[in-house]
């Protein structure tokens, strides 16, 4: 006798990452989702993965659609499998496979389908050490101080406890951390700055995902304990007094 079994549905979440050069700071993009469930609340972009394509293909989907990028895949990485059974706000369960994307350029923004707003939100530190995350309409933290357990209770409660829609706020913070805990051995991360970037904007990177300021990050040890990742490529344009920055080209980095 054939038993029915209740298949889960799959989505594939994309944290897409990119750094503004007039600004120096690394972003990440946030859409305001137009539909129900969680409509006009904040959220990484996601879809649902098609019957004839990979999961690869999905997270590659998501950037065309976004935001009109057509990327190699080597700029998108997989983070993680969220398979939580608290996750699901719906009757049907559904599971998450999460991807990283590190643009090359900040693009302007478009809301695609299912969107009313797009925007780039800039990666800082509160005063609690935490990740913070800013736009122009919203701000906030990740504390680092919930456990997954505590979180799914949470969101299984009351759904709109956080700030932004289903578990996106536990799926970034993962980002993060997979980020950080990657920089000394495959800092992908490093995509963000483009084909020739400065020492400087590195230490930049480094530095929010390490949660302390650039000042901490002498620049001399750093080009010494990190010339693996990049090499120097010569002198950038000097526009100005002072001696001109090092131009660096990021390396081709091997999967771990």
């Given at each position: 006798m054939?038993?029915?079994?209740?298949?889960?549905?799959?989505?594939?979440?994309?944290?897409?990452?990119?750094?503004?050069?007039?600004?120096?700071?690394?972003?990440?993009l946030?859409i305001?989702?137009?539909?129900f469930?969680?409509?006009?609340y904040?959220?990484?972009?996601?879809?649902?993965?098609?019957?004839?394509?990979?999961?690869?293909?999905?997270?590659?989907?998501?950037?065309?659609?976004?935001?009109?990028?057509?990327?190699?895949?080597?700029?998108?990485?997989?983070?993680?499998?969220?398979?939580?059974?608290?996750?699901?706000?719906?009757?049907?369960?559904?599971?998450?496979?999460?991807?990283?994307?590190?643009?090359?350029?900040?693009?302007?923004?478009?809301?695609?389908?299912?969107?009313?707003?797009?925007e780039?939100?800039?990666?800082?530190?509160?005063?609690?050490?935490?990740?913070?995350?800013?736009?122009?309409?919203?701000?906030?933290?990740?504390?680092?101080?919930?456990?997954?357990?505590?979180?799914?209770?949470?969101?299984?409660?009351?759904?709109?406890?956080?700030?932004?829609?289903?578990?996106?706020?536990?799926?970034?913070?993962?980002?993060?951390?997979?980020?950080k805990?990657?920089?000394?051995?495959?800092?992908?991360?490093?995509?963000?700055?483009?084909?020739?970037?400065?020492?400087k904007?590195?230490?930049?990177?480094?530095?929010v995902f390490?949660?302390?300021?650039?000042a901490?990050?002498?620049?001399?040890?750093?080009?010494?304990?990190?010339?693996?990742?990049?090499?120097?490529?010569?002198?950038?344009?000097?526009?100005?007094?002072?001696?001109?920055?090092?131009?660096y080209?990021?390396?081709?980095?091997?999967?771990?």
């Amino acid at each position: 006798m054939r038993t029915n079994i209740d298949q889960p549905e799959i989505t594939i979440a994309n944290i897409i990452w990119c750094f503004d050069r007039e600004k120096q700071t690394v972003n990440v993009l946030l859409i305001k989702r137009a539909d129900f469930p969680y409509e006009n609340y904040w959220s990484l972009p996601e879809t649902y993965l098609r019957e004839k394509e990979s999961a690869d293909q999905a997270a590659l989907r998501l950037v065309s659609e976004k935001i009109g990028l057509e990327l190699p895949g080597s700029y998108t990485e997989q983070l993680a499998t969220f398979t939580n059974p608290l996750r699901s706000v719906a009757k049907k369960r559904q599971i998450s496979l999460a991807y990283m994307t590190f643009l090359p350029d900040m693009p302007v923004l478009n809301p695609g389908a299912g969107a009313v707003a797009a925007e780039w939100f800039r990666l800082g530190v509160d005063s609690q050490h935490d990740y913070l995350f800013t736009g122009e309409q919203l701000s906030f933290a990740l504390s680092k101080l919930q456990s997954e357990h505590n979180f799914y209770q949470t969101l299984r409660t009351n759904h709109h406890f956080g700030h932004l829609a289903f578990d996106h706020e536990w799926l970034l913070q993962a980002a993060c951390q997979r980020i950080k805990n990657k920089l000394d051995y495959q800092p992908n991360v490093l995509h963000i700055l483009g084909d020739t970037f400065t020492l400087k904007s590195v230490r930049i990177v480094y530095a929010v995902f390490l949660k302390i300021s650039v000042a901490d990050i002498n620049n001399s040890n750093f080009r010494k304990t990190h010339q693996q990742f990049f090499e120097d490529i010569g002198l950038a344009e000097n526009h100005g007094p002072g001696r001109p920055a090092h131009l660096y080209r990021l390396k081709k980095l091997e999967n771990r």
